[in-house]
């Protein structure tokens, strides 16, 4: 059974950043990508980043390319997510998620199978 938990949310003038953690357990073989997704009140959840783990390629956002970096520690089975220039649009329950889906549709949330509690993150203005 597949774990993911974040961490490292919180409150942050805009400007500021911020480092998420996921930390994943259990998915051996059984997931080719890890994402992270992001829910503000109100609105749809969206996809903002994700790693492809076999070509370990990235993929972005248009609203978040240039300020958010997504990465993974195969050794600790982590995923991070580095979000600088926070604006008070990326308020939001951020979450992680990992999937088998095909390398052009990874913001599809139906392809991913697994996901975390989610983390907070504010940013005020």
């Known amino acids: 059974q597949v774990q993911l938990v974040e961490s490292g949310g919180g409150s942050v003038q805009a400007g500021g950043s911020l480092r998420l953690s996921c930390a994943a357990s259990g998915y051996s073989g059984s997931v080719n990508f890890m994402g992270w997704f992001r829910q503000a009140p109100g609105k749809e959840r969206e996809g903002v980043a994700a790693?492809?783990?076999?070509?370990?390629?990235?993929y972005y956002a248009e609203s978040v390319k240039g300020r958010f970096t997504i990465s993974r520690d195969s050794a600790k089975n982590t995923l991070d997510l580095q979000m600088n220039s926070l604006k008070p649009d990326d308020t939001a329950m951020y979450y992680c998620?990992?999937?088998?889906?095909?390398?052009?549709?990874?913001?599809?949330?139906?392809?991913?199978?697994?996901w975390g509690q989610g983390t907070q993150v504010t940013v005020s203005s």
């Open positions: 790693f492809y783990i076999g070509a370990e390629s990235t």
């Open positions: 998620a990992a999937g088998w889906l095909r390398r052009g549709g990874w913001s599809d949330q139906k392809g991913y199978n697994y």
